[in-house]
């Protein structure tokens, strides 16, 4: 059971262009986190959301947290190439006395120059 | 400061055949998980210690796949015999705490490829 969907799978842009990518669930998650990650490299913590409906903003990175803490989403201004790579979300479950993260399956951004 | 490093960052062998994966992690890191991710599909969690204590291995697919970590530093994950289906990547991660919001930091991964 894929608990963390994203979408869009493949995303290909000008840059320039605005882009949305969505992280959504079934279920209530009490964080997520957005990661990216680059070729030959492991993912990198990018932010955290941990109120439902918080917006935090990372220079052109806008994240949000739904309402009901089941979905969240980045939006990306005036995308550039160095924004390429593949975005994750990620989610606590807890579980065996600790927490452990499910990831989604990413959205995989390619911006054209 | 060194981040997570992992060892070897390709491995191709044979069905049948041994392989070991190595993960150092962040100095004074207590947690150190492993993930996976197959062709097409979602990182997976595999299992996670506290300092030399698995605290949850629930994600370790059989008993194929044996994880150590002698003193509480690095971690070696096995896989005896090796199938097909065990082929992906492999990411360590580690962290000094587990809140729920805490920061993992990852290596760059091994690429297990098992022909």
């Known amino acids: 059971t894929q608990l963390l969907e994203q979408s869009p799978q493949f995303l290909s842009i000008q840059e320039g262009e605005n882009l949305t990518v969505y992280c959504n669930s079934s279920?209530?998650?009490?964080?997520l986190q957005w990661y990216r990650q680059e070729p030959g490299e492991g993912p990198v913590l990018l932010v955290t959301v941990v109120t439902g409906g918080e917006v935090k903003k990372l220079k052109r990175l806008t994240f949000q947290f739904g309402d009901a803490r089941k979905d969240s989403s980045l939006h990306i201004t005036a995308a550039q190439p160095g924004d390429t790579g593949l975005y994750l979300c990620?989610?606590?479950?807890?579980?065996?006395?600790?927490?452990?993260?499910?990831f989604g399956t990413g959205t995989r951004l390619k911006v054209l120059a | 400061e060194a981040g997570v490093t992992q060892f070897p960052s390709h491995s191709v062998i044979e069905k049948g055949q041994t392989v070991t994966l190595r993960c150092d992690p962040i100095?004074?890191?207590?947690?150190l998980y492993w993930y996976r991710r197959v062709m097409g599909k979602e990182i997976k969690f595999l299992l996670h210690?506290?300092?030399?204590?698995?605290?949850?291995e629930s994600g370790m697919p059989n008993n194929r796949f044996l994880a150590e970590r002698t003193g509480g530093t690095y971690s070696t994950l096995k896989v005896q015999p090796a199938e097909l289906e065990d082929s992906g990547v492999y990411f360590c991660?580690?962290?000094?705490?587990?809140?729920?919001?805490?920061?993992?930091?990852f290596g760059p991964g091994t690429r297990l490829t098992v022909l």
């Open positions: 991660a580690s962290s000094q705490v587990v809140t729920g919001t805490d920061t993992q930091y």
């Open positions: 100095s004074g890191h207590d947690n």
């Open positions: 279920s209530v998650f009490s964080s």
């Open positions: 210690f506290v300092k030399e204590s698995k605290q949850d």
């Open positions: 990620a989610g606590p479950r807890w579980t065996s006395g600790t927490y452990k993260y499910i």
